[in-house]
Every structure is written in C-alpha cells, then in structure tokens.
T-cell receptor
Framework: ETGVTQSPTHLIKTRGQQVTLRCSSQ?????VSWYQQALGQGPQFIFQ???????GRGNFPPRFSGLQFPNYSSELNVNALELDDSALYLC?????????FGPGTRLTVL | AQKVTQAQTEISVVEKEDVTLDCVYE???????LFWYKQPPSGELVFLIR??????QNEISGRYSWNFQKSTSSFNFTITASQVVDSAVYFC???????????FGKGTKLSVKP
C-alpha cells in the first residue's frame, strides 16, 4: 500500500487569496472525497470525485471546486478565502466502502 | 436527514479503566454503514471499524469492542483496560444514501492519564 498523501502539510494565506491543495490516491482507488474539519468539530463533506467527475457535494459554496486526474489524484481549490476557511482539509480515497484518509493539510487564513 | 450524535464531548479516565464512547445515529436508509475513527494529535484519521446495517453482531478486537443496536440506533465503542496511547479524539460516522459520503459526529476527546 502506498497510502494517501497530501500536500502541503501546512499553509498560511490571507483573506481573499486563492489556494490549491493536492491529494494522491491509494493505488487501486478510483474515488476521492474531500472533507473540511474546523477546530473542535467533526469533518464535513465538501465533495467527491469518481473517475474525474464530481458525483457528490456537501453544503459548500461554488468557490470550493475540485479536479480529479486520470491517475485518480485530486486537487481542491478554494477561491476568495475567508477567515472561516481556516481548517484541516482531509482527503480520502476509496474503492467501495474501503476508505483511506490522508494526513491532511492545515490551512490558516489571516 | 442523516445525523450522528456523540453526546460526550470529553472523557477523562485513569489508565486501566474501561471506557465507553457513545454514538447515536439517525437515518432513513435501510442500508447504511457505521464507522469509528481515531484522530491523534497529528490529525490523521485512523480507521477502527466498519459495520453494515444488516450485521448487528457485536465485535471485539483486542481491547476494543463495539455494540451495535438498531433498536436504539446506537453504535457504542468500549475500550477495556485503557492505556495512555488511547488518548485521542474518536469519531463515529455514518455512510449511506446516494452520495455515500461520511457524516461525522462532533467527536469525543478521550484523555487517559497514567
């Protein structure tokens, strides 16, 4: 198993900027989902990609967007950053109900 | 709507005590999955167990055990003879519906003191 990796580990941005977070999938997994975890809260589902198409989305505004690439790696893009976007962003790759989380990217918006 | 409730925000025990973490869920799906994850301070979510809605058998894995009761919509997690390394935030989660995404509770922070 190669596991799920995320980059960068930490990131500091200012309000209004844009950010791109990256995730590489576990080998053999064709689905990637992203979660936002605010401090002291449980992770919240942002969206999910299956074979390069978004096939599920949580209650997040359009300034949260994503991509999945042919190798099943993924990006999460957030435009017009707000202070409340400060959180741990977790990526999970899955095949059916077998789901593996990455270590997360901690984003701080000042 | 689907929902997971973990009523215990924080629990503190002394090493070797048994501790039970409660989880209550709501769903209208007949087929769903329940999960427990451990999140140490490093932040990574560590998978502990997955149960499907048709399998109500309790499960034991070493010091960990899980009690799934559909009648009360509960999926409780017990750690026997707790250890300091068990200190973490534990999340219960539910998966079901068309999207199959996880719906997490707010987590229970467990502190095990030596």
């Amino acid at each position: 198993e190669t596991g799920v990796t995320q980059s960068p580990t930490h990131l500091i941005k200012t309000r209004g900027q844009q950010v791109t977070l990256r995730c590489s999938s576990q080998s053999g997994h064709n689905t990637v989902s992203w979660y936002q975890q605010a401090l002291g809260q449980g992770p919240q589902f942002i969206f999910q990609y299956y074979r390069e198409e978004e096939n599920g989305r949580g209650n997040f505004p359009p300034r949260f967007s994503g991509l999945q690439f042919p190798n099943y790696s993924s990006e999460l893009n957030v435009n017009a950053l707000e202070l409340d976007d400060s959180a741990l962003y977790l990526c999970a790759s899955s095949q059916g109900q077998a789901r593996l989380f990455g270590p997360g990217t901690r984003l701080t918006v000042l | 709507a689907q929902k997971v409730t973990q009523a215990q925000t924080e629990i503190s025990v002394v090493e070797k005590e048994d501790v039970t973490l409660d989880c209550v869920y709501e769903t209208r799906d007949t087929t769903y999955y329940l999960f427990w994850y451990k999140q140490p301070p490093s932040g990574e979510l560590v998978f502990l167990i997955r149960r499907n809605s048709f399998d109500e058998q309790n499960e034991i894995s070493g010091r960990y055990s899980w009690n799934f009761q559909k009648s009360t919509s509960s999926f409780n997690f017990t750690i026997t003879a707790s250890q300091v390394v068990d200190s973490a935030v534990y999340f219960c989660a539910l998966s079901g519906g068309s999207q199959g995404n996880l719906i997490f509770g707010k987590g229970t922070k467990l502190s095990v003191k030596p």
